[in-house]
């Protein structure tokens, strides 16, 4: 064979026929990986894993105030903080534990075991009769639920990489379309149900990606290429990667900061808007219901689904994941900083400027995070990717055990200096999530932010 070309896959490569990760490389190989299978998979582990997530944010503001802990109605945003930090806190503390499990043993165990500690815990999160119980629920929910580090490698795994932006948008959207499918008690409850079923349905379907040649332990791709190829140079370059430890991936790690910063004021920005539009106008909010919360919500997440499945693969395709999310960056910050001008609005022009506002802005944030989604998974080989997740997990959790505590504590601050000279009210709670996006915004620029060249295989 002459230097530079390759024979067809089939005659090259050995499938093992009991082997999950052969059959999903199979798969690949003849381009049948592309399924309403496979994305039905990723939709349902990930709506369970964020539910208990974004979903609390519509009502969580209602239930502390049942509590009757907060003294005055502006410290109720300060409590419903704590309670969003504690889930975070949990699962920043085991997350990196639970990719390296399913690095070791499949995605899917992890994923099935996450799916069970929500259907458990977020019921009896609904349950709490108290601030405390309602916060030690969430941090066992957060700690024991590990299934969202796995099933952004599995979804990273199980497509093609020029098919990898559908099967990682897939997974993002559901940050904001479960904040719109659970706005009461009585909803919460159907969704815990729904919940079981797709428990039921994943556990008999989904599909392993990791490899198994000796009928026992589980090993990576990495591994099997390196059998495959049958080149002394390759398999070289292949041990040289496999023993880097992810420590010294300066791209992954770089990703991961500036993720880090995003998520930080993505979930700060989640607490502050519904709390925000729930807060009366007297303290700068909007006075909506939850109802009215849930509305908007739910038509953001409609939008999100229909750019992140039918437009986001052919934008991510023309501009690149890196200017694609510094673009989104840029523009999120007058958009966001217009947000408290729009209490001078009322009635259906109120409604109206909202949603629209609400669209741009998160479609704006599920572009950079599921940018920032494809550097991480294509800088790390499969047998390093549900450590790495989990490391970005546990990273992105720390911070996001910060964002509620303090969007809810400036919240606070804020709606009791309504009259403040430089920067009344909500307008110094919107300048302080403009501050953390736009260090992220600069973090997103050489030299800080390193992107893996890609490299024949």
């Known amino acids: ?33 592309v399924s309403i299978r496979n994305l039905s998979y990723i939709w349902m582990a990930v709506l369970c894993g964020t539910l208990p997530v974004a979903s609390l944010f519509p009502f969580v503001y209602f239930m502390v105030k049942d509590f009757n802990i907060a003294k005055t109605e502006a410290d109720i945003s300060t409590y419903a903080g704590y309670v969003g930090s504690s889930f975070m806190l949990g699962r920043a503390l085991t997350s990196i534990f639970w990719g390296m499990l399913s690095d070791r043993y499949g995605r899917k165990p992890v994923i099935i075991s ?15 009769t108290n601030l405390w119980m309602a916060i030690s629920m969430r941090f066992l929910l957060g700690s024991l639920n590990g299934l969202l580090g796995p099933i952004k490698a599995y979804a990273a795994e199980i497509f093609r990489e020029e ?20 706005t009461n008690s009585v909803e919460a409850l159907e969704m815990e149900s729904n919940e079981t079923n797709n428990d039921k349905m994943i556990s008999a379907s989904l599909q392993e990606t990791l490899h198994n040649h ?6 990576s791709t990495i591994n099997v290429k390196a059998l495959e190829i049958g080149s002394n140079e390759a398999n070289k370059d292949k041990t040289i ?5 992810i420590f010294q991936n300066w791209p992954l790690m770089s990703s991961i900061i500036v993720y880090c910063v995003f998520s930080l004021h993505d979930v700060a920005y989640q607490e502050v808007f519904s709390l925000w539009a729930l807060s009366p106008r007297r303290l700068g909010g909007l006075s909506f219901t939850t109802n009215v919360v849930g509305y908007v919500l739910a038509i953001s997440g409609i939008a999100i689904i229909i750019f992140q499945l039918a437009l986001y693969p052919s934008v991510q395709k023309a501009f690149g994941p890196v200017n694609l999310a510094r673009f989104a960056g840029v523009l999120s910050i007058p958009l966001l900083q217009s947000y408290p001008f729009m209490t001078k609005l009322s009635g259906f022009t109120l ?7 609400s669209i741009l802005k998160n479609i704006l944030t599920e572009s950079i995070a599921t940018s920032l989604f494809l550097l991480q998974n294509r800088a790390v080989e499969q047998h390093q990717r549900g450590a790495a997740n989990g490391f970005v997990m546990t990273c992105m959790s720390a911070f996001k055990t910060v964002g509620p505590a303090s969007g809810g504590a400036i919240l606070t601050w804020s709606e009791k200096h309504i009259h403040s000279f430089f920067l009344p009210g909500t307008h110094i709670v919107f300048l302080a999530l403009n501050v953390v996006e736009g ?19």
């Not at 997974?171 to 904001?176: G, Q």
């Not at 990667?241 to 430890?245: G, M």
């Not at 260090?439 to 295989?457: I, Q, Y």
């Open 439 to 457: 260090l992220g915004v600069l973090l997103m620029f050489k030299p800080f932010l390193s992107v893996k060249k890609k490299t024949p295989s």
């Open 163 to 182: 098919k990898q932006a559908l099967g990682l948008s897939n997974e993002t959207l559901h940050n904001h379309k479960s904040s719109s499918e659970s």
């Open 241 to 245: 990667q496999k023993d880097k430890s």
């Open 1 to 33: 064979m002459e230097e530079g070309t390759f024979e067809q896959p089939s005659l090259e490569k050995h499938y093992y026929g009991n082997c999950p990760g052969c059959k999903v490389d199979q798969a690949k190989e003849l381009r049948k990986d």
């Open 351 to 357: 409604h109206l400027v909202i949603i629209i506002a």
């Open 214 to 219: 000796n009928g026992g332990s589980i090993e």
């Open 114 to 128: 996450g799916i069970i500690t929500v259907v458990i815990f977020n019921t009896l999160f609904g349950l709490s």
